[in-house]
Structures are given as structure tokens and as C-alpha cells.
């Protein structure tokens, strides 16, 4: 059975019991205490956790996860990937325990025509769940308790949480040993996990016990189905890179290596194989998820991958690209079913293709750092590498442990791999420390505006078609806690049950404006953000009177910044219309601000964009809308407004029925923000300045509306001095001043002749004032008229002067109201270990400052000018005991 039909088969199974069908969430989710996707239930937790009500009680879907926990794994055993497609069904207070596991029986045994025989099942310290097994025909032989560990799932944070039951597939001797999933979860392979959503999960790691700390508001089911495992077993091969989700690939993979894969030998060849394949998979599908390469978060998690993959493929021999062509055949092979794959190739191949050349580099760099580290211990007689030698290599320039383990085998040495762990330990749990308290806090703040969402409702939002609203306030906290009542001058979050307020998304910043109760009393609305979806939280201070919980009150938006700010949001969807048409079709999203009167945009792209191209975009989107195309909104489902061909915001969620903003036929993209109603109240667009900001990523800003044509005019007067201090009309401006910048730039390099020539002749009169001290000589004087750079040129000239032989120079100078020394010394003082800054330490004290410089050349300086010349003796004193001892 192909991996199509085992989704239609999932599908049409559990549509049959009622269940309706969800889309798969992005990998990157909104959900701030989760980095990626790693389970089906992610894009549900509002309806296990808040309570909040979904339009239907039985759910099914197919989503994309990432986990990465058991990276070390992949090639290893035949089960492990960090990428992975998880079919599941899902009930929010409706079915339980009884239905879901006699279901997922019916579906393996009949369904999928698994063998009963062969199907064993793990479950919790859970009689209820053992007691429907057996009476469903599954005997106890074939039931096995675990513990919390292995039977109690959480999605590795706080959050909804509770026990399991397992179904495990075994798939005989040739795969290990007898004993049951407690024995060998390698030959008893696990398929299905069938958690009973019920408990709230706090800190704590598993093995020590999840802290319950509260019960979910309904009883819920939350399964998962691995389809790689259940495609290797279905399809008769050994691991999951033989399936047909992946067999493609490992197909290119051989003919680069230009070798077969030897199966799952447990050689380092077959690792290798299974993890540039497997790797391939997870790396299109983050790319096309809007996932670029970084060093930190989710960006840090798609370059190990990559880094991984190449490691692997070197390791088999392949010297030329292997990313583009691996995650190619991924597009190629799952394109039809993930049709994000298809739709972003080219921004897949770029990205890989770039990063690849990237690590490349890294590589070479690695290399030389790492033969140096070598060749240092083996200087010193050391058989060992020290660990922070591996963990800076590893640390800072990406470089895997693995080859550095092999490099200094063949130089004969070994790694202190103890201290490597220990560092890399010590790393994680600061990581882990930082970003505890970050969850932690987001978790306490987000409890909070789940109990006002749960006492009081989601805030009613008509702020697309007015600006000012009555509505009662619901909630106050001042300092993050709940407040009964609020005095003047303090600072609040004010939550109403009706707003006309936007609150920040989609990169549009929130609204500001006043709220005002029926006795006078004003909070000024500093900004507007979602505390929860659909909870609007507005924060500002309390102008004047006091505000209580239970007031009425009316809601005023700040109108004219309003219209500002949708100015820019409407220019903004135009903008990313016109570089797509410029540049290319992957460009994307990556993040943008929406301001008044100013917008940023970054997008997926790798070169910077030129001059020429950033003057089309800028002529393209302002002739858009000077055509005044009508501003339209509609809603439609998620699969209707995609069929359209509407754009997805990269990083934004998404209901099953969606906003759609058309800006004429230029623009369709998916929106929850505000935008004029014809373009050319958008206009004009200023672009002001394009830059990286970062691996592949660029950055647009523009100015709009009354702030462009501001920053235009004042760029006009600018050009209206210009021409005046020019002397000269506008028109001829800018060839009079190349004129005159090339007469000045060739008076410049006439007088910077000069000056050297007046230098040499100052470093030949100061070469003639030389004394013989012990078998040297020195030079030891003023340079008046030489500025600190001149005078470290000055020192080395004199020195050059002279020959062979021990010696030294030191000069002084005044510079801008400053002491200012140099000093060199000859190579025949360098052999003995002497140091220009030895000359100068008790100089610089003399002068109230400091020393530096490494090696040949040294200088000093401080403010206590009056003392140079004692700085200068005591300098030529250090340069005379110095050459006498030589």
C-alpha cells in the first residue's frame, strides 16, 4: 500500500465516523512555547486548554512534525526521523477511551490488514484502558504496563498532557529479540499512540514525573499514527528511507555516491546514506515552511540538519552539490501531496545551493583550525586533543564532532571527549535555563487572559468598520495582576468585551487611542495586541480619574493614525506583489512591520538587490496604485482562497474560514489587518533603503503617504542648497560636482605625495641622529608635525635605515593637544623575545595613559602632554638597557 492510500484509507475511515478533516498547521506554529510542529495535536491546544469552542468535536488530520530529539538516531535504528507525517483523530469532549482504541484496532487489523497476531500494546498504570484491549480480543500476553516516561504524553512543555496507550507492530527475529515493546521497541516497532487528553501539564523532566497541576476543562483524544513506520511495514521494506516517501531520494543519493545503498548493515555507509535522505525531507519541507538557516531557534535547527546531511554525504564521497539535487527528488516525490513543496522549489533550491557553498567554506576553515590544534599538541607531546579545542570547533564554526574525532585519529591522537561533553552540557543548560524563564513568564501571562477569555468571552472586534465603540471593561491588570480599579497615572492592560481597536498581526502594529468611562475618567491606549486569539489587550495609562472593572465605556481609535497605518498596510501587500514580479517567485515573506506613514519588509532572497531593480519596484508599485485599483475583502475557506491563488503570511495562523484582501489583480493575499479602499489612497511609496539582514534574508523600507512625500520634499531642498553652494541650475549640478571632486580628489593624491616625501626626508634626518648603545644603535627624539599613524610609519622608516643589527626606535609628537609615542624594534630583538610595548609601559604612565601593540611595532599616548618629554626619556632609558643586555 502507497503512502497515498494509506492517507485515503486514514481519511476515509474516520470521515465515516464523523470526523472532519483539518489541514496540517505549519511547521512554524504560534504557539510562543513551542520552536516547531511536533505533533498533531499543536494547531488543537486551544480546544484542549482554553475551552474555547471548535465548530465541530471530532477532528481528523495529517501533520507535518519536526522533532529532532532523536537526531542521533536517524540511520541508526530503522524508525527514527527528524521529519515525519502523523495521522490523526482527534475528539474535543466527545468520544473517549472505549471508541478511540476500539477504532484504531479496527483500522490497523482491517483496514490496513495488519495481523492481530503480531500487534502488541503498551498502556499506562491504567486498568480501564488494559480491560478494553482484552475485551476487544487483544490477550495479556500481548499488554504491557510502562511508566510515566514511556506512557504519559506531553508535547515536551507545559501544556495539556496525559496518559497513553500504544500500539506496536512486531516485525520479527530478524530485527531483535523477543520480550515485547519493553524489550525492543526496534523489532516491536510503536505505530499508534492513543493519548487521553485530560491533565495540565507543569515543570518537570518525564522520567522524574510530569507535575500535574490541574485538569483540562473536557475529556479529549488526541492519536497519533507514524505513516513512515506504518509505510515500511506495509510496503515490506526495512527502514523508513525505503518507502515510497523517501525511496526517490535515497535513489538520487546513490547516484551521486555513485555506490548502492547496502541496507540497514549498521555500517557507516548505510548510516550516511539514511541520513542525507532523511535530512533532504526535513530540510525542504522547513524551507518551504518559511524556515531560513541562522544560528539560533528554529533557523539553527534547519542548519544543523543541513550541515548533517553534507557531513554524511562527504563522508560518502559525494564532493559536488547534494543538497539541491536530494531535496529536489523530495519535491518531485511528495509534491503532489504538499503542494507548499512545489510551490516554494526554487526558493528550496536557492537556499540549500547557498547554504551548501556556505559550509563548504566552513569546512575549509575548520580544517585549518583544526590542523593547527594538531600540530600544537603534537609540539607539545601531547596524545590528546583538549575538549574546548573540539567544542570552539563545533561551537563556533559548525564543525561536527565526528570529523574531528576522525582528523586527529589519523594524526594518531585521541579527544578529550568528557570535556567536550561537559561544555556542550554546560551550554545546553544555560540554553535551557534562558529559555525556561522565558516560558514560564509567557505561560503565567497567558494563563491569566485564558481566565478572562473563560469568564468573560473573546473581545467583539468591529474595528474594520468604524473607529469608536461603546463596550464595558472586563478585565484590568496593572503589573500583569488582576486589578479591581486603576488610578491615575498608572499603567494598565484593559481588556473590553467590544472593540474598535486592532490588535497587533500580520507585522500591523496595534492601535492606539483613548478609552473613556461614562464619569470622565481616560486611559490612553498606548498600543492594542491579541492576548490570547480573539482576547484583544490594550495597554496604556490612566490620563485622569480611576477606571474599575464593570464600567462602560467608550472606545476611541486614534483616526488619522488609523489611516495612516493602513496606508502602509495596503502598500505593503503591492510592494511584495512587485518584488515577486521582479526578482522572482520565491520571494517571500519572511516578517514586516506596518507603521504609519513607514513600512519594512524582509523577504527570502540571496544577492542584494541592485539599483535598477529597487527603482522598477519602487516605479511598479507607485503606477499600481496611482491606477486606483479597488481594495476588496472577502472570506472563503482555506482551501478556496489557496485554489485562487491567494498568499499565506509566513509565521501567521489561520482559521478554516479566512480573509482575503485583493488590491486590484495586483495583490491577493490572505489578511486580518486594515488597508484603505483604493489604492491610490495608499500612494506615494518612498523606498528609502535595502539591506541584509541576514543568511539569505533582505530587508525593504519605505516611507508612505504624507511621510514620503515629506522625506521627498526634503530631499528637493537638500538638492536646492546643493545647486546654490554649487553656483550652478539643477540640471547641471551633478556634472559640476564630479568635476570638482575629481580636481580635489587629484589635489589629494598630489599633496598625500608630498607628505611622503616630506615623511622620508624627516625618517633620513631622523636615521642621522642614531647612537651607539652596547652592539646596537637607537633613535630616540621628537617627530613634530606627525600624526599617530604617521608616527608608527615614521619608526619603521627610521629603522630601515640602518641596517642589520640589534636596535630600536622611539618617537614622540604631540597630537591634538595629546602625548602621542611610537616605538619598533629590529628582528634581532624580537628573536630574544624584546616587545615594542616593553619600551613604552612606564613611558605611558608618564603621560597618564596606556600601551598597545603587538610584536614590532607599539605605541602610547595619554593627555598629560606636558610630561612628553620625560615619557621620551624614560622610553630611550628602556631602549638602552635593553640594547646594552642584547
Given at each position: 500500500m ?10 476515509d ?10 489541514p ?14 511536533n505533533a498533531g ?5 486551544p480546544?484542549?486548554l ?10 481528523m ?5 519536526v ?9 541508526r ?19 473517549f477511551k472505549r471508541?478511540a482504541?476500539?477504532?484504531?484496532w ?7 490488514g ?7 500494546v503498551t ?6 484502558s ?6 476487544i ?28 496507550t500504544?500500539?506496536c ?9 523477543e ?12 505505530l ?5 487528553m485530560?491533565n ?6 518525564p522520567?522524574?514525573g ?9 475529556r479529549?483524544?488526541?492519536?497519533g ?7 515500511a ?8 528511507c525505503q ?21 540497514r548493515?549498521?555500517s ?15 530540510i ?9 538557516p541562522g ?12 550541515r548533517?546531511?553534507l ?23 511528495l509534491?503532489?501531496?504538499?503542494p ?30 583544526l ?6 599538541a ?12 573540539a567544542f ?15 582528523a586527529a ?8 571527549e568528557?570535556r ?13 535555563s ?5 516560558t514560564a513568564a509567557?505561560l503565567a ?5 485564558r481566565?478572562?477569555?473563560a ?12 473607529t469608536?465603540?461603546d ?21 494598565v492592560e484593559?481588556v ?11 507585522g ?10 461614562r ?8 498600543g492594542t ?20 472593572v464593570?464600567e ?5 481609535v486614534d ?24 526578482l522572482?517567485?520565491?520571494?517571500r ?34 503606477e ?18 489557496e ?15 479566512v480573509?482575503?484582501?485583493d488590491?486590484?489583480?495586483v ?11 483604493h ?10 533603503g535595502?539591506?541584509s539582514?541576514?543568511?539569505?534574508l ?19 531642498q537638500l538638492?536646492?542648497q546643493?545647486t ?7 540640471d ?14 587629484d ?6 605625495g ?7 626626508a624627516?625618517?633620513e634626518?631622523?636615521a642621522?641622529t ?18 599617530r599613524?604617521?608616527?608608527?610609519a615614521?619608526?619603521?622608516?627610521v629603522?630601515?635605515?640602518r641596517g ?5 626606535v ?27 610595548r ?16 603587538r ?8 593627555r598629560?602632554v606636558e610630561?612628553l ?15 646594552t643586555?642584547?
Amino acid at each position: 500500500m502507497r503512502s497515498t492510500e494509506i492517507r485515503r484509507t486514514f481519511f476515509d475511515f474516520f470521515a465515516a465516523r464523523g470526523h472532519r478533516r483539518v489541514p496540517s498547521s505549519p511547521l512554524v506554529p504560534s504557539d510562543p512555547t513551542l520552536l516547531l510542529a511536533n505533533a498533531g495535536m499543536n494547531q488543537f491546544k486551544p480546544y484542549f486548554l482554553d475551552g474555547a469552542e471548535p465548530a465541530f468535536r471530532r477532528a481528523m488530520s495529517v501533520q507535518k512534525c519536526v522533532r529532532t530529539s532523536d537526531i542521533e538516531n536517524v540511520g541508526r535504528t530503522t524508525r527514527h526521523a527528524t521529519f515525519f507525517e502523523m495521522l490523526g483523530n482527534f475528539s474535543f469532549g466527545d468520544y473517549f477511551k472505549r471508541e478511540a482504541i476500539a477504532w484504531a484496532w479496527e483500522l490497523l487489523t482491517e483496514g490496513y490488514g495488519l495481523d492481530p497476531g503480531r500487534l502488541w500494546v503498551t498502556v499506562y498504570l491504567d486498568d480501564e484502558s488494559e480491560r478494553i484491549w482484552r475485551s476487544i480480543g487483544v490477550p495479556a500476553a500481548r499488554i504491557q504496563r510502562l511508566g510515566m516516561a514511556d506512557n504519559y504524553w506531553s508535547m515536551g512543555v507545559p501544556g495539556p498532557c496525559g496518559p497513553s496507550t500504544e500500539l506496536c507492530y512486531d516485525r520479527g527475529p530478524a530485527f531483535g529479540a523477543e520480550g515485547g515493546p519493553a524489550a525492543d521497541d526496534e523489532r516491536y516497532v510503536e505505530l499508534w499512540n492513543l493519548v487521553f487528553m485530560q491533565n495540565l501539564r507543569g515543570e518537570g523532566p518525564p522520567k522524574e514525573g510530569y507535575p500535574i497541576v490541574g485538569e483540562l476543562p473536557k475529556r479529549n483524544i488526541d492519536t497519533g499514527l507514524g505513516m513512515d513506520r506504518l509505510a515500511a511495514i506495509l510496503q515490506g521494506v526495512d527502514t523508513v528511507c525505503q518507502t515510497d516517501l523517501l525511496a526517490p531520494v535515497l535513489e538520487t543519493v546513490q547516484e551521486l555516491a555513485g555506490r548502492p545503498f547496502p541496507g540497514r548493515d549498521g555500517s557507516a555507509g548505510s548510516v550516511s546514506f539514511q541520513v542525507v535522505t532523511e535530512h533532504a525531507r526535513s530540510i525542504a519541507f522547513l524551507v518551504a515552511d518559511g524556515v531560513l538557516p541562522g544560528n539560533e531557534g528554529r533557523g539553527y535547527v534547519l542548519r544543523r540538519l543541513m550541515r548533517r546531511a553534507l557531513r554524511h554525504a562527504r563522508l560518502l564521497g559525494i564532493d559536488g552539490p547534494v543538497l539541491p539535487p536530494a531535496t529536489g527528488a523530495v519535491v518531485a516525490g511528495l509534491g503532489a501531496d504538499w503542494p507548499e513543496l512545489t510551490a516554494h522549489a526554487a526558493l528550496i533550491e536557492q537556499v540549500t545551493a547557498a547554504e551548501e557553498e556556505s559550509f563548504d567554506r566552513t569546512l575549509r576553515q575548520g580544517t585549518r583550525l583544526l590542523d593547527g590544534a594538531i600540530d600544537r599538541a603534537r609540539g607539545a607531546g601531547s596524545p590528546t586533543l583538549p575538549g574546548e579545542t573540539a567544542f570552539e570547533l563545533h561551537d563556533t564554526y559548525g564543525f561536527p564532532l565526528d570529523l574531528t574525532l576522525e582528523a586527529a585519529h589519523a594524526a594518531g591522537l585521541t579527544v578529550d571527549e568528557d570535556r567536550f561533553g561537559a561544555l556542550l552540557e554546560e551550554q545546553r543548560r544555560r540554553a535551557k535555563s534562558h529559555g525556561r524563564g522565558r516560558t514560564a513568564a509567557a505561560l503565567a501571562r497567558l494563563e491569566t487572559y485564558r481566565e478572562i477569555s473563560a469568564r468573560s468571552g473573546l473581545t467583539d472586534f468591529v474595528g474594520y468598520g468604524t473607529t469608536e465603540a461603546d463596550g464595558t471593561v472586563v478585565a484590568l491588570l496593572a503589573g500583569g495582576v488582576p486589578a479591581a480599579r486603576a488610578g491615575e497615572g498608572r499603567e494598565v492592560e484593559v481588556v473590553l468585551d467590544r472593540t474598535p481597536f486592532y490588535a497587533e498581526g500580520g507585522g500591523q502594529v496595534g492601535d492606539s487611542g483613548t478609552v473613556t468611562t461614562r464619569d470622565g475618567a481616560v486611559i490612553e491606549i498606548t498600543g492594542t495586541r491579541p492576548g490570547i486569539d480573539g482576547l484583544h489587550v490594550h495597554t496604556g495609562r490612566v490620563g485622569a480619574g480611576e477606571v474599575g472593572v464593570g464600567e462602560e465605556v467608550l472606545a476611541r481609535v486614534d483616526a488619522d493614525r488609523r489611516a495612516a497605518v493602513a496606508r502602509s498596510h495596503s502598500a505593503t501587500h503591492v510592494l511584495h506583489a512587485m518584488l515577486r514580479r521582479v526578482l522572482g517567485g520565491h520571494v517571500r515573506q519572511q516578517g514586516s512591520l506596518v507603521e504609519a506613514g513607514r513600512l519594512r519588509f524582509d523577504f527570502a532572497h540571496f544577492p542584494a538587490v541592485s539599483d535598477e531593480e529597487l527603482r522598477l519596484v519602487s516605479s511598479l508599485v507607485n503606477e499600481a496604485l496611482a491606477a486606483d485599483p479597488e481594495v476588496r475583502v472577502w472570506h472563503a475557506s482555506r482551501a478556496e482562497a489557496e485554489a485562487a491563488g491567494a498568499i499565506a503570511m509566513f509565521g501567521e495562523k489561520y482559521g478554516e474560514t479566512v480573509r482575503i484582501v485583493d488590491i486590484g489583480d495586483v495583490s491577493r493575499e490572505l489578511c486580518g489587518g486594515t488597508h484603505v479602499g483604493h489604492g491610490s489612497a495608499a500612494g506615494p511609496v518612498h523606498l528609502v533603503g535595502e539591506s541584509s539582514v541576514g543568511a539569505n534574508l533582505r530587508r525593504v523600507e519605505a516611507l508612505t503617504g504624507l511621510d514620503a512625500l515629506r522625506h521627498i520634499d526634503r530631499e528637493r531642498q537638500l538638492l536646492d542648497q546643493l545647486t546654490a553652494a554649487l553656483g550652478v541650475p539643477r540640471d547641471q549640478a551633478l556634472g559640476t560636482l564630479t568635476t570638482r571632486l575629481d580636481a580635489l580628489a587629484d589635489a589629494e593624491r598630489r599633496l598625500a605625495g608630498l607628505r611622503r616625501a616630506e615623511l622620508e626626508a624627516t625618517a633620513e634626518r631622523l636615521a642621522a641622529t642614531a647612537r651607539g648603545v652596547g652592539p646596537g644603535w637607537l633613535v630616540a627624539t621628537h617627530a613634530p608635525g606627525a600624526d599617530r599613524a604617521e608616527l608608527r610609519a615614521l619608526a619603521q622608516s627610521v629603522l630601515a635605515r640602518r641596517g642589520p643589527g640589534p636596535a630600536a626606535v622611539v618617537l614622540a609628537a604631540r597630537v591634538d593637544g595629546k602625548a602621542a609615542l611610537a616605538a619598533t624594534v629590529s628582528p634581532e630583538l624580537r628573536e630574544r623575545g624584546v616587545a615594542a610595548r616593553d619600551l613604552l609601559t612606564a613611558a605611558a604612565r608618564a603621560v597618564g595613559g596606556g600601551a598597545g601593540g603587538r610584536g614590532a611595532v607599539a605605541d602610547a599616548g595619554g593627555r598629560e602632554v606636558e610630561h612628553l618629554d620625560r615619557a621620551l626619556t624614560l622610553a630611550a632609558e628602556e631602549a638602552a638597557r635593553t640594547l646594552t643586555s642584547a
